[in-house]
């Protein structure tokens, strides 16, 4: 497609539920990153992928969140045993090669519930 | 380590008025400078950016000036439109070296709404 797209673009799930969340980058572009928002907490990093590796997971918050690359497109991240402080729209973004000064662009997201 | 602090909103401006949202950061390095903007429903859309020091980034009739003596990225726009109503995030990265990605970031968002 032309853009970032996720999936699912909502999902509500019971606390202590594992949940997967997919992203499939802009076509070409070799570097993915995770961002989580939420209201507290504003914009926050997760995780950055240079085609299959992850240089850089310093964001994730937990030992429950994990994310995988594969193919050096589609990424996956999942959260374990989820909690409600999970709940938050994750945002995934690319950009066509690594470097500070290329931008980034954003799917919509997912917005997670945790009940 | 860096951060970024934007004006505290939200802002509420007429058609046609001038706006500023201003926005200082930190960094230890030479950071590339971005404006994104947030519709209602929708995901983070570039808006303009800067890579060095006196760089001028436009877009859609908003610009931003890359201040590295004020250590500044403020955003101006001369006449707002009610379709300029949303949520603009200031954000930086780190530019360590050009094999490197680097991280977003984000200012706390500020709302902005426009009347007709």
């Known amino acids: 497609g032309a853009g970032v797209s996720q999936s699912p673009s909502n999902k509500v799930t019971e606390k202590g539920k594992d949940v997967e969340l997919r992203c499939d980058p802009i076509?070409?572009?070799?570097?993915l990153y995770w961002y989580r928002q939420s209201l507290g907490q504003g914009l926050e990093f997760l995780i950055y992928?240079?085609?299959?590796?992850?240089?850089?997971k310093s964001g994730l918050p937990s030992d429950r969140f994990s994310a995988e690359r594969t193919g050096g497109s589609v990424s996956t991240l999942t959260i374990q045993r989820t909690q409600q402080e999970d709940s938050a729209v994750y945002l995934c973004?690319?950009?066509?090669?690594?470097?500070?000064?290329?931008?980034?662009?954003f799917g919509d997201g997912t917005r997670l519930s945790i009940l | 380590g860096d951060s970024v602090t934007q004006m505290e909103g939200p802002v509420t401006l007429s058609e046609e008025a001038f706006l500023t949202i201003n926005c200082t950061y930190t960094?230890?390095?030479?950071?590339?400078l971005f404006w994104y903007v947030q519709y209602p429903g929708e995901g983070l859309q570039l808006l303009l950016k800067?890579?060095?020091?006196?760089d001028k980034g436009s877009n859609k009739g908003f610009e931003a000036t890359y201040r590295k003596e004020t250590t500044s990225f403020h955003l101006e726009k001369g006449s707002v439109q009610v379709s300029d109503s949303a949520v603009y995030f200031c954000?930086?990265?780190?530019?360590?070296?050009?094999?490197?990605?680097?991280?977003?970031?984000f200012g706390e968002g500020t709302q902005l709404t426009v009347n007709p």
């Open positions: 973004a690319s950009s066509s090669r690594p470097g500070g000064n290329q931008p980034q662009h």
């Open positions: 076509s070409g572009h070799t570097a």
């Open positions: 992928f240079q085609g299959n590796s992850a240089p850089d």
């Open positions: 960094a230890t390095g030479y950071p590339s």
């Open positions: 800067a890579t060095k020091a006196d």
């Open positions: 954000a930086l990265s780190e530019v360590w070296e050009e094999t490197s990605g680097s991280r977003l970031t």
